[in-house]
């Protein structure tokens, strides 16, 4: 079954970083550009980035750049995103999302990884 | 404040029609890149719906279709169903350095 699995919520101090893990399964993981986007509670998508998983390549969004790091391990099929000096406006649902062959679009999703940011 | 704008909210009964707009600029839409949209039903990931301005995926049933012209995309829903009823996103390609992809801020789709 091809699916894209997301590690568990994650709850963080404010300054704190955090690491969430999209597994991919189906699939090879070098295929397909992975996309990562957020969405915080009651609001709706933001586009985060996109690793390359075949050469490692990434592109941030301007307001990420510098605190958010896309990786992947080709060895276990997984994609990473790691985000530091958290803040309260982080807290939202992290989504993975591949980038399919029609038009650029995603046309896999994870299910979401909450992260909560609190003091 | 989403660079694609949609309307918050649209409504409609059981069996009629509806449409969801997302306005862009010469930036993205305008500029020719695609728009796709994605259904996201409560307490659920996004799902792709269309792609491509009018390609709906394998499963995607043939109510759902999607258009696009000048700077705007309308997505269209007919006979409408219950389980229609979720938020609604519009996406596409920005040549702007800040983000390469872009998205509509949502419309929730209430079936009445």
């Known amino acids: 079954q091809v699916q894209l699995v997301q590690s568990g919520a994650e709850v963080k101090k404010p300054g704190a970083s955090v690491k969430v893990s999209c597994k991919t399964s189906?699939?090879?993981?070098?295929?397909?550009?992975m996309h990562w986007v957020r969405q915080a509670p009651g609001q709706g998508l933001e586009w985060m980035g996109w690793?390359?998983?075949?050469?490692?390549?990434?592109n941030y969004v301007q307001k990420f750049q510098g605190r958010v790091t896309l990786t992947r391990d080709t060895s276990i099929s997984a994609a990473y995103m790691e985000m530091n000096r958290l803040t309260s406006d982080d807290t939202a649902f992290y989504y993975c999302?591949?980038?399919?062959?029609?038009?650029?679009?995603?046309?896999?999703w994870g299910q979401g990884t909450l992260v909560t940011v609190s003091s | 404040q989403s660079v694609l704008t949609q309307p918050p909210s649209v409504s409609g009964a059981p069996g009629q029609r509806v449409t969801i707009s997302c306005t862009g600029s010469?930036?993205?839409?305008?500029?020719?890149?695609?728009v796709h949209w994605y259904q996201q039903l409560p307490g659920a990931a996004p799902k792709l719906l269309i792609y491509?301005?009018?390609i709906r995926p394998s499963g995607v049933p043939d109510r759902f279709s999607g258009s696009k012209s000048g700077t705007s995309a309308s997505l269209a829903i007919t006979g409408l169903q219950a389980e229609d009823e979720a938020y609604y996103y519009c996406?596409?390609?920005?040549?702007?350095?800040?983000?390469?992809?872009?998205f509509g801020g949502g419309t929730k789709l209430t079936v009445l």
């Open positions: 999302a591949r980038e399919g062959d029609g038009y650029d679009s995603f046309d896999l």
């Open positions: 189906g699939y090879t993981l070098t295929d397909y550009y």
């Open positions: 690793i390359n998983p075949n050469s490692g390549a990434t």
């Open positions: 010469r930036s993205n839409i305008g500029a020719g890149y695609a």
């Open positions: 491509g301005n009018n």
């Open positions: 996406q596409s390609f920005d040549i702007s350095p800040s983000a390469s992809r872009v």
